[in-house]
């Protein structure tokens, strides 16, 4: 059934339909509403499980509290964006490195400072060698279905999973969506049934201290887990689609890439702004296109080069930036490509929220198409302003020496 609706309260019902056994909450802007949601379901008993809400004083709590549900064998779940996510990075390491499958939403939001509460990707960005799976959603449609996906995910593979929402521009927006009924999502997803779990009957212990003598074993295992996921978690997706009708998830998408000369990949929501602009060259015949990455960890490097080692170029658009490193996904790529003869050009926009507007984009393409971009470009930035202040902070080192 299609319905309009916005779309935090689309992945609210999408995460209600897998039968969670405990929701943990801590609110923070852009992803309050998707815990609101929750929230008003398990008051009017919508969730057909014995769901326990539990509002807690802090990110880290909030975590914490999934840790020792999941530690127990309960679906656990929670969300949370940006400051909150860096809150919570002992625990975040934590999950992982106990491999408890617990699902977690992050509504994508820039991290200061400067305090910035609008979109972009630098938040899940910091936690991206943590250990969790991370697959992005592009639409409202695809982040309520990675949700239900999500849970397959990380109970099958006992790896916690983060499911990255653009903050905003899919969480506060309205949009069509082809709601999940219970019984598909039943057939989809069994009960969960952990790997491990604590039992008063069968005592052990879980994240208990490892010396040297066997730290690098766990973590070396934690790792192998870890890399095997990339296959599981594309049949996964073939298996949604087949219950439900629809695409959605898996490792990438292909836009009119397979055989372009230039291809642009991307993460999230900005596909559908690059999707309209390839709609344009194609009308003129251009030799380009678009490739999704809807799992970025584990990073599918292998299967990646094999469906764009035609290109000649590829051009990385992405809404991050860390010092010493450039775009995370444009590093990725090129590490990727390394044995390759394609072209790697890294953009950066939409920072702290900041449009990404088709007009801008374009002429950061054709200049891609003709190789006369930068390895590193930015959208929108105003290059006078950067050089003027640091002109100004300049002058200031030189007086006080």
């Not at 593979?157 to 999940?180: K, N, R, W």
């Not at 999704?292 to 170029?313: D, M, T």
């Not at 926009?349 to 198409?369: A, N």
Request: aromatic share 8%.
């Amino acid at each position: 059934m299609l319905k309009q609706v916005e779309g935090s309260i689309g992945v609210a019902e999408a995460i209600g339909l897998c039968r969670p056994d405990l929701v943990c909450a801590y609110p923070i802007t852009p992803q309050t509403h998707i815990v609101e949601g929750l929230a008003d379901m398990v008051r009017k008993g919508k969730i057909k499980s014995n769901c326990q809400y539990i509002n807690v004083e802090s990110e880290f709590a909030a975590l914490s509290v999934c840790i020792g549900s999941s530690a127990t064998g309960v679906r656990s779940y929670t969300a949370t964006s940006s400051q909150g996510l860096l809150f919570m990075a002992e625990a975040v390491y934590n999950a992982a490195g106990m491999r408890l499958p617990i699902v977690m939403t992050i509504g994508n939001r820039a991290i200061g400072g400067p305090i910035n509460i609008w979109n972009d990707q630098s938040d899940s960005m910091s936690m991206r060698d943590a250990g969790w799976i991370q697959i992005h959603a592009e639409t409202n449609q695809e982040a309520g279905d990675l949700h239900i996906q999500a849970f397959k995910i990380a109970e099958q593979l006992s790896i916690p999973v983060m499911v990255c929402v653009d903050g905003f521009l899919l969480t506060h927006a309205y949009e069509q969506i082809e709601s999940s009924t219970q019984e598909q999502v039943d057939e989809f997803l069994p009960p969960f049934k952990p790997m491990q779990a604590l039992d008063c009957d069968n005592p052990m212990s879980m994240g208990a201290m490892v010396g040297p003598e066997a730290f690098m074993e766990v973590r070396a295992l934690n790792i192998a887990h870890f890399d095997n996921a990339i296959e599981p978690i594309q049949k996964i997706s073939e298996e949604f689609e087949k219950i439900f009708g629809r695409k959605a998830g898996g490792l990438y998408e292909h836009y009119n890439s397979e055989d372009a000369d230039t291809v642009v990949v991307s993460l999230g929501s900005v596909n559908g702004t690059v999707k309209d602009i390839i709609d344009e060259y194609k009308k003129d015949n251009v030799s380009i296109g678009s490739f999704k990455i809807g799992c970025y960890r584990p990073f599918p490097g292998k299967q990646i080069v094999e469906q764009l080692k035609h290109a000649k170029r590829i051009i990385v658009v992405e809404k991050d930036i860390f010092a010493g490193v450039g775009g995370c996904l444009a590093n990725d790529m090129t590490v990727a490509f390394k044995d390759t003869d394609v072209k790697i050009y890294s953009v950066i926009g939409g920072l702290g929220g900041r449009p990404i507007f088709k007009k801008s984009l374009i002429k950061i393409l054709d200049r891609g198409m003709k190789d006369e971009l930068e390895d590193l470009s930015f959208i929108d930035l105003d290059q006078s302003l950067v050089e003027r202040e640091i002109t100004r902070e300049d002058l200031f080192m030189t007086k006080a020496v």
